[in-house]
Nanobody
Framework: QVQLVESGGGLVQAGDSLRLSCAASGRTFSSLAMGWFRQAPGKEREFVAAISRGGSSTRYAESVKGRCTISRDNAKNTVYLQMTSLKPEDTAVYYC??????????????????WGQGTQVTASS
């Protein structure tokens, strides 16, 4: 079983930056592809970013492209989401997810097997 624990969320002003972290345990981290999703109140959970097992391939939602960077440190069993120029519409609970798939990182919730509990990000205007 894989355990995922997110951290780094908080309340920031619009235009600020924030870095989320997700620590994984329970399986060799380099065997996991990782993703970030978010869910705003009253909305469905949506894809934000994903990264392949080795980190060579990344994918981003159009809404965050150019403002977010996903990265991983396999030595620390951690994946990061660096967010810049935050907007009020970025306000959501951010979830870390994992699967053991090869190839291009997945972009739908159905392709992920493990999920963290989420961390709240609030960007106020």
């Amino acid at each position: 079983q894989v355990q995922l624990v997110e951290s780094g969320g908080g309340l920031v002003q619009a235009g600020d930056s924030l870095r989320l972290s997700c620590a994984a345990s329970g399986r060799t981290f380099s065997s996991l592809a990782m993703g970030w999703f978010r869910q705003a109140p009253g909305k469905e959970r949506e894809f934000v970013a994903a990264i392949s097992r080795g980190g060579s391939s990344t994918r981003y939602a159009e809404s965050v492209k150019g403002r977010c960077t996903i990265s991983r440190d396999n030595a620390k069993n951690t994946v990061y989401l660096q967010m810049t120029s935050l907007k009020p519409e970025d306000t959501a609970v951010y979830y870390c997810a994992a699967n053991n798939r090869l190839g291009s990182p997945a972009q739908t919730i159905f392709e992920y097997d493990y999920w963290g509990q989420g961390t709240q990000v609030t960007a106020s205007s």
